[in-house]
């Protein structure tokens, strides 16, 4: 199926693509989002998931990670990016922004002309 991920408020964007494939619970999602004019929209997740992801207090297999594809203007410098799907139906990022530093989660990425490319895979809660 198709999604469309967007971080919301008054952004405007140049690609807006999303695809999925569900079996059973397990859900992997793939986007292609380019931000052109952040306006008030979301820094730092991508909403629109369309199946609402297991919680926190599940198992935590039901969290997924998945993996950043390209990435275009960040708003901060990483030097590793990836992707997990919280319950909230929101991809948040996990970063390093530093070479042995300790993971970010939720960094403030997304700004003007922001790309990015990724696929997340989760469990769905039903």
């Given at each position: 199926?198709?999604?469309?991920?967007t971080v919301g408020g008054?952004s405007t964007y140049t690609?807006?693509?999303?695809?999925?494939?569900?079996?059973?619970?397990?859900?992997?999602?793939?986007?292609?989002?380019?931000?052109?004019?952040?306006?008030?929209?979301?820094?730092?997740?991508?909403?629109?998931?369309?199946?609402?992801?297991?919680?926190?207090?599940?198992?935590?297999?039901?969290?997924?990670?998945?993996?950043?594809?390209?990435v275009q203007s960040l708003?901060?410098?990483?030097?590793?990016?990836?992707?997990?799907?919280?319950?909230?139906?929101?991809?948040?990022?996990?970063?390093?922004?530093?070479?042995?530093?300790?993971?970010?989660?939720?960094?403030?990425?997304?700004?003007?002309?922001?790309?990015?490319?990724?696929?997340?895979?989760?469990?769905?809660?039903?």
């Amino acid at each position: 199926g198709t999604w469309t991920p967007t971080v919301g408020g008054t952004s405007t964007y140049t690609q807006q693509q999303g695809s999925y494939i569900k079996v059973g619970r397990l859900v992997t999602v793939s986007f292609d989002m380019a931000i052109l004019l952040l306006g008030t929209g979301s820094t730092s997740g991508i909403d629109g998931l369309p199946y609402t992801a297991g919680s926190a207090t599940s198992p935590k297999f039901e969290q997924c990670n998945g993996a950043m594809g390209y990435v275009q203007s960040l708003a901060v410098n990483v030097y590793s990016l990836t992707f997990t799907a919280a319950a909230n139906g929101t991809i948040y990022s996990i970063s390093n922004n530093a070479l042995g530093g300790t993971a970010n989660v939720n960094p403030a990425i997304y700004g003007n002309g922001t790309r990015v490319q990724g696929t997340v895979t989760y469990m769905a809660t039903a």
